[in-house]
């Protein structure tokens, strides 16, 4: 079973995530913060790492990710 950590929300749910949380394949844990997943991905050592929020670019430039 491969696990996954989801940073961010995912209020309306993609198909894939729906595939991925109803899966045998998979285990995925939610972190609504970054400090919750950095602590996740420390404890659980996931397999990968999923960001669900909005990309945007910041007064500078850069891309970010914005998750509530």
């Known amino acids: ?5 989801l940073v961010g929300t995912d209020k ?3 198909p ?7 899966s ?3 285990k995925v844990k939610k972190a609504r913060t970054l400090k919750k997943a ?3 991905i420390a404890s659980i ?3 990968f790492v999923l ?3 909005r990309i945007n670019i910041d007064e500078e430039g850069n891309y970010v990710l914005e998750i509530d």
Request: a positive charge; hydrophobic letters at 35%.
């Open 45 to 47: 050592n996931p397999d």
């Open 51 to 53: 960001c669900a929020g």
């Open 12 to 14: 309306e749910e993609s």
């Open 38 to 40: 950095a602590q996740m």
């Open 1 to 5: 079973m491969k696990k996954i950590v």
């Open 24 to 26: 045998s394949k998979f």
């Open 16 to 22: 894939v995530l729906k595939y991925l949380h109803n």
